[in-house]
Each structure stands twice: as structure tokens, then as C-alpha cells.
């Protein structure tokens, strides 16, 4: 299977300190993305990075991705209390290819 | 922005009924994709559909759903005969098909079935 695991589960932090949360799988992927949720809501594009690429930004959040180690990890640096969701990371096996998601980190930001 | 979305955001059913679940992705995308996430569990893709035929399913995706593209603009999911166990978050997704495939989502149909 190609299903992202996370790690970990669960997280919590005060604001202003950074989050890091880890995806792993276990064959070859195409592009890897990782997406956030609010309780109860949609799932929110972050960010997609390719399985040549290394590294990506976007504002506050940083993806690396290591495809010798199938393993892929999310910051957010200095984090605040709107950040609180659960995050997912989700294996894209080919470039148009269905999603293959884990069961998500869930992150808490306390003010 | 352009956004994908979905109509109802809830539908309340009963065991046995069939349900029409409406999608409306971004104009310029070509591949459309289903997903759903049961209360607590991860999300699990369905089918994906491009150029009006399925391009690829799920074990799921049994001969009581089916999806379709009538206009233009909606992509529908249907499922004929609801089961207390399609209780769950449907979600539409749809690509732009470009460099970088990013799948960006709809706000989500929550199905309940009674």
C-alpha cells in the first residue's frame, strides 16, 4: 500500500513554537501533498512537492521529502492558534492518480 | 479564488434511498475525484473520472454508486440504495491538468443515513 502514515498522532504546543509532523510510505510515489482540516470541515491544499524535488516552501510552512527514507515532513514554523487542525499527508502514486491519505496528525496550538 | 464546490453540505436519508450528491469544480480542471471520510477515519478515494469515462475506482465504489457528468459544469455522485454505512463525509475534488497536480477539494457533503 501506498498510504501515508503520520507521526505523531497527536501534537500540542503553545503559539510561537514550531510544529514538525512526519509522513512515511512504503513504495514509489509520483507527488506527495499535504492538507489541513478544521474539525468537521474540508480538506485545504498546503502544499504538493514532487518526488524530485527535496524541498518546498510556502509562507510559515516547510515540506522536505526524502525518497531514499519514503519519508516526507511538514513545519510550521512559529506557530499560532488558527493553526489547529489535523493535517494530512496524502500519496500521489501518479501524476493524476487518486490520493492515498493517512489518518493525520492533530494539532493543537494553545495561545 | 476559484473553488471547488459541493451542494448539499448535508443531506439527512433513509436507509434504502437514493441520493444525488453535486459537485461543481473549477472551471478550467479536467479530472475529477470522490472521496469519502466515515466520522474519525481517514479519508478514502472512490472513483476518478476524466473525459466522461471512469478512470479509476475503489473496492468501494460498487455497482450501487455511479457518477456522472451532465453539463459542463456538475459532477455528480449517486448512490441508489443508501446503506447505514455510507454515513460518512463526501468530498469532491477536481486538477488542473498542468505541472504541478495539485487536488484541491470541495467543502464536503455530509450524508446521513437513518
Known amino acids: 500500500s501506498q498510504q501515508g502514515e503520520e507521526d505523531p498522532q497527536a501534537l500540542s504546543i503553545q503559539e510561537g513554537e514550531n510544529a514538525t509532523m512526519n509522513c512515511s510510505y512504503k513504495t514509489s510515489i509520483n507527488n506527495l501533498q499535504w492538507y489541513r482540516q478544521n474539525s468537521g470541515r474540508g480538506l485545504v491544499h498546503l502544499i504538493l512537492i514532487r518526488s524530485n524535488e527535496r524541498e518546498k516552501h510556502s509562507g510559515r510552512l516547510r515540506v522536505t521529502l526524502d525518497t531514499s527514507k519514503k519519508s516526507s515532513s511538514l513545519l510550521i514554523t512559529a506557530s499560532r492558534a488558527a493553526d489547529t487542525a489535523s493535517y494530512f499527508c496524502?500519496?500521489?502514486?501518479?501524476?493524476?492518480?487518486?490520493?492515498?491519505f493517512g489518518q493525520g496528525t492533530i494539532l493543537t496550538v494553545h495561545p | 479564488e476559484p473553488e471547488v464546490t459541493q451542494t448539499p453540505s448535508h443531506q439527512v436519508t433513509q436507509m434504502g434511498q437514493e441520493v444525488i450528491l453535486r459537485c461543481v469544480p473549477i472551471?478550467?480542471?479536467?479530472?475529477f475525484y470522490w472521496y469519502r471520510q466515515i466520522l474519525g477515519q481517514k479519508v478514502e478515494f472512490l472513483v476518478s473520472f476524466y473525459n466522461n469515462e471512469i478512470s479509476e475506482k475503489s473496492e468501494i465504489f460498487d455497482d450501487q454508486f455511479s457518477v456522472e457528468r451532465p453539463d459542463g459544469s456538475n459532477f455528480t455522485l449517486k448512490i441508489r440504495s443508501t446503506k447505514l454505512e455510507d454515513s460518512a463525509m463526501y468530498f469532491c475534488a477536481s486538477i488542473e491538468i498542468a505541472v504541478d497536480n495539485e487536488q484541491f477539494f470541495g467543502p464536503g457533503t455530509r450524508l446521513t443515513v437513518l
Open positions: 472551471s478550467n480542471h479536467l479530472y
Open positions: 496524502a500519496i500521489g502514486g501518479t501524476s493524476y492518480g487518486k490520493l492515498t
